[in-house]
């Protein structure tokens, strides 16, 4: 478990009125939930870390714990703080994932039934067609639209001579990295990975690099050095990969998962692919892409946008964070 002020005692001596939690492993999450301003705390196994963390956030005065994802143990942890301390529940996941992954939507139903009990406060998604149907469904929710996080330029490197794309989700249906993959060899590129899906057909260098797990800054660098990053998925948290690769100076492609670029049309145009699962489709956008970023200035009109969202949906956060 990580305390926000590097130990217990100081966690408890700043005396946080709100605290967001996190799972650490959970890499786009944790990123979503570090750029939420509050003070974080990471623990993977609230069930196991109820006792201690409840005795931390008592001595602290904490008014509001806002937990993202839902860690396992948290309906534990819910109940042993309540009468005490607020819990609400900000998720990032979408509603594509129930019924086909069983967990995804216990979840929401575990929730749902916290909050029916009194233990859970409330639920927010940061996607807002997610928000609004399951309200529509009976389960309360409000859309708390995620920040973005600014991030210092990278210096790329030399990957070698031709085109470089970048595929740098993990290898589920959701995230779609072998539709992509594809959508790299159709242009002619090298597409690079940190983890490759299980297809036996895929080759090798120069079309397939597998650069494993890497330390932060050596993913950054990665990133920072490929001429087009995509994160054409189904669901991804905000989503982070895209945000990162337009601070580092890259291109990148989405989908329509969530509200990044949203109202911009020349942002909307040139990077979001509307047939996700065409290879083909994405490979054309990210030609088109390529061939207008420098002329349409897109690196710095997404910048400029992430700054602007900032600045237009504080207010929304900030009534989920009112305790």
Not at 60 to 73: D, K, M, R, S, T
């Amino acid at each position: 478990m990580v305390y926000p002020s590097g130990s217990r005692a100081a966690f408890i001596d700043r005396k946080p009125t709100v605290v967001a939690m996190c799972h650490p492993e959970w890499r786009g999450i944790r990123r979503v939930t570090h750029a939420l301003g509050l003070p974080v705390v990471e623990v993977s196994n609230l069930d196991a870390a109820a006792g201690e963390l409840h005795g931390a956030i008592t001595e602290a005065e904490v008014e509001l714990v806002v937990v993202n994802g839902y860690p396992p143990g948290t309906a534990v942890f819910a109940e042993r703080v309540a009468g005490s301390t607020k819990v609400r529940v900000l998720m990032h996941s979408s509603m594509t994932q129930h019924g086909f992954e069983p967990r995804e939507a216990e979840v929401i139903s575990a929730i749902a039934d916290g909050i029916h009990r009194g233990f859970i406060d409330a639920l927010g998604f940061t996607k807002r067609g997610q928000a609004e149907a399951m309200t529509a469904l009976g389960v309360p929710s409000a859309y708390v639209p995620a920040p973005t996080t600014r991030l210092d330029p990278v210096p790329p490197t030399d990957l070698g001579p031709g085109r470089h794309v970048g595929v740098f989700a993990e290898a589920t249906w959701r995230k779609n990295v072998t539709a992509q993959v594809g959508a790299a060899a159709l242009l002619g590129a090298t597409a690079h990975l940190t983890l490759a899906p299980d297809v036996s057909y895929l080759p090798g260098p120069p079309i397939v690099v597998t650069h494993g797990l890497l330390d932060r800054a050596a993913f950054l660098e990665v990133m920072a050095s490929v001429d087009l990053n995509l994160g054409v998925s189904l669901y991804e948290a905000f989503p982070v990969l895209p945000q990162e690769s337009y601070w580092l100076g890259v291109p990148c492609l989405i989908s329509r998962t969530s509200s990044l670029f949203e109202g911009d049309h020349v942002l909307e145009r040139l990077s979001i692919v509307d047939r996700f699962d065409d290879p083909s489709a994405i490979a054309e956008r990210g030609a088109a892409l390529l061939e207008t970023a420098d002329a349409e200035g897109i690196v710095d009109r997404a910048r400029a946008w992430m700054l602007s969202w900032n600045e237009r949906t504080a207010d929304q956060r900030a009534r989920f964070f009112e305790p």
